[in-house]
C-alpha cells in the first residue's frame, strides 16, 4: 500500500509559477513510477509528466514541455511538479499517482492516487 500526499497547489496569476510536491509513504519510494494527471471541469484525467524510478527516464504531454518539470527526492520520498507560464488553461486538479510499471502515461496503469491539489490560474 501506498498513500500520497499532495501540497502546493493554489490560485496563481497567469505567467506565474507554483511547485507542486508529493510525499509517499507505506513503500520504497524508489521502486515506483511516479506521475501528475490533472483534471479539469467536464474533462478527462490527463497525464501531465511521469518519472520512473529508473533515474533520467520522464515523459511530458507534449504541450507541456518546457513549461513544467517533474523531478523526484528518493532520499524524500517526494516528487514534485515545477509549473512556470502558467496559463488560464491549466486550471485543474492535480493528483500524484505512483506505479510500478517503468513509465506510463496511462492513469488506468497507476494503483495509487493523492486526493488532489486545486491549482487555480487567474488571467
Known amino acids: 500500500q501506498v498513500q500520497l500526499v499532495e501540497s502546493g497547489g493554489g490560485l496563481v496569476q497567469a505567467g506565474g509559477s507554483l511547485r507542486l510536491s508529493c510525499a509517499a509513504s507505506?513503500?520504497?519510494?524508489?521502486?515506483?513510477?511516479m506521475g501528475w494527471f490533472r483534471q479539469a471541469p467536464g474533462k478527462e484525467r490527463e497525464c501531465v509528466a511521469a518519472?520512473?524510478?529508473?533515474?533520467?527516464?520522464?515523459y511530458y504531454t507534449g504541450s507541456l514541455k518546457g513549461r513544467f518539470t517533474i523531478s523526484r527526492d528518493n532520499a524524500k520520498n517526494t516528487v514534485y511538479l515545477q509549473m512556470n507560464n502558467l496559463k488560464s488553461v491549466d486550471t485543474a486538479v492535480y493528483y500524484c499517482?505512483?506505479?510500478?510499471?517503468?513509465?506510463?502515461?496511462?492513469?488506468?496503469?497507476?494503483?495509487?492516487w493523492g486526493q488532489g491539489t486545486q491549482v487555480t490560474v487567474s488571467s
Open positions: 518519472i520512473s524510478w529508473n533515474p533520467g527516464r520522464t
Open positions: 507505506g513503500r520504497t519510494f524508489s521502486t515506483l513510477t
Open positions: 499517482a505512483a506505479t510500478s510499471m517503468v513509465l506510463s502515461n496511462d492513469p488506468v496503469n497507476y494503483d495509487y
